[in-house]
């Protein structure tokens, strides 16, 4: 059974930074594109990063872009997500998501491309 377990959130004041980690358990993560998508209360969930399963090539929301990093460590079976100048409207529960098989994904940003979540962990951004 696939498992994805997110931590690092918090409370950070605006301009602060953030480093939220996603350990994978029930498969190695080496041959699988990873993503992070976050909700904000009242909103729908919303598209923050991505990176392919050889890790050479990164997709960013335009909101997030150049600010935020995504990267990987398959021998951990961790994917990272590296967040600065943040903002208030950073706020929300980010998730970890893996798609059903490995490979290429072509509809990376889609949240209807992945079958398995994380349960999310709380960013809070405020002064």
């Known amino acids: 059974q696939v498992q994805l377990v997110e931590s690092g959130g918090g409370l950070v004041q605006p301009g602060g930074s953030l480093r939220l980690s996603c350990v994978v358990s029930g498969r190695t993560i080496g041959t699988y594109a990873m993503a992070w998508f976050r909700q904000a209360s009242g909103k729908e969930r919303q598209f923050v990063a991505a990176i392919t399963w050889s890790g050479g090539r990164e997709f960013y929301g335009e909101s997030v872009s150049g600010r935020f990093t995504i990267s990987r460590d398959n021998a951990k079976n961790t994917v990272y997500l590296q967040m600065n100048n943040l903002n208030r409207e950073d706020t929300a529960v980010y998730y970890c998501?893996?798609?059903?098989?490995?490979?290429?994904?072509?509809?990376?940003?889609?949240?209807?491309?992945?079958?398995?979540w994380g349960q999310g962990t709380q960013v809070t951004v405020s002064s």
């Open positions: 998501a893996a798609p059903p098989a490995p490979g290429y994904l072509s509809l990376v940003r889609d949240p209807d491309s992945y079958d398995y």
